[in-house]
Nanobody, 122 residues
Framework: VQLQASGGGLVQPGGSLRLSCAASRSSVSISVMGWYRQAPGKQREPVAFITSEGTPNYADSVKGRFTISGDNAQNTVFLQMNSLKPEDTAVYFC?????????????????WGQGTLVTVSS
């Protein structure tokens, strides 16, 4: 499965952006999709995830500001980012975890999309 991320850009503090990540059609059953980010000079960190059942999880730093949602029919997840802060500046990476049904032992996958740059600056 391949992931295509989009939606990054430059925004002023307090502004909003919406990221999208679309997974290509494949035989993989995706269990979780979400976003990591990596700021300059820092390690990659998780931001938000959503399970195939629609259960979201957020990093403490983005709770109340970011909302993750999914469209199972389109294999797409969205990250609505509101009240953006300069410290949200980073390259955001889409990630998907899943497995190939019918395989034994089960074949798991963990795949990444290309990064999309989010810059929050006045």
């Amino acid at each position: 499965v391949q992931l295509q991320a989009s939606g990054g850009g430059l925004v002023q503090p307090g502004g909003s952006l919406r990221l999208s990540c679309a997974a290509s059609r494949s035989s993989v059953s995706i269990s979780v999709m979400g976003w990591y980010r990596q700021a300059p000079g820092k390690q990659r960190e998780p931001v938000a995830f959503i399970t195939s059942e629609g259960t979201p999880n957020y990093a403490d730093s983005v709770k109340g500001r970011f909302t993750i949602s999914g469209d199972n029919a389109q294999n797409t997840v969205f990250l609505q980012m509101n009240s953006l802060k300069p410290e949200d500046t980073a390259v955001y990476f889409c990630n998907a975890e899943g497995y190939y049904p019918g395989t034994y032992p089960i074949r798991y996958i963990n795949t990444w999309g290309q990064g999309t740059l989010v810059t929050v600056s006045s």
